[in-house]
């Protein structure tokens, strides 16, 4: 179901994160087993600064766009690593799969898929070849 926002200032990612954690802290409470599948809407538009990154970014990509883009995947990054240290916290990481991964390549403005040719929204290997990571 959709997350109804708690305020206006609500960082999607944030809340996401905080979603998951909930639902994994109930079920290890419950000593039962989980399934969590956590899409992060970031760092979809509407790009957005997300404080405290953003302000850290200063002066360094060259646009502001790209400044906003870069705090919300640092924003997206500290979150992924809440969701990992609550694992930890609770010792179920060796007993947990994590898989990450990306549903396309990068925007066409802020990012680079290296030797591939394409970028996201194409069907070309820059756009459909993503990083995938699994942990167990």
Do not use: C
Request: charged fraction near 25%.
């Amino acid at each position: 179901q959709p997350l109804p926002a708690r305020s206006v200032d609500e960082i999607l990612t944030d809340r996401q994160a905080e979603e998951a954690m909930r639902v994994i802290k109930e079920q290890h409470e419950r000593n039962t087993p989980f399934f969590v599948n956590l899409w992060f809407d970031a760092p979809h538009s509407p790009w957005e600064a997300i404080e405290p990154f953003y302000s850290e970014y200063s002066g360094k990509f060259g646009t502001e766009r790209l400044q906003k883009y870069a705090s919300m995947i640092s924003n997206m990054d500290m979150n992924i690593g809440r969701v990992l240290d609550l694992l930890d916290k609770l010792q179920i990481t060796k007993n947990t799969i994590v898989f990450f991964t990306s549903d396309n390549g990068p925007e066409s403005d802020a990012g680079f898929a290296g030797p591939f040719k394409g970028r996201k929204r194409l069907l070309t290997e820059g756009g459909i070849r993503v990083p995938a990571i699994a942990m167990w």
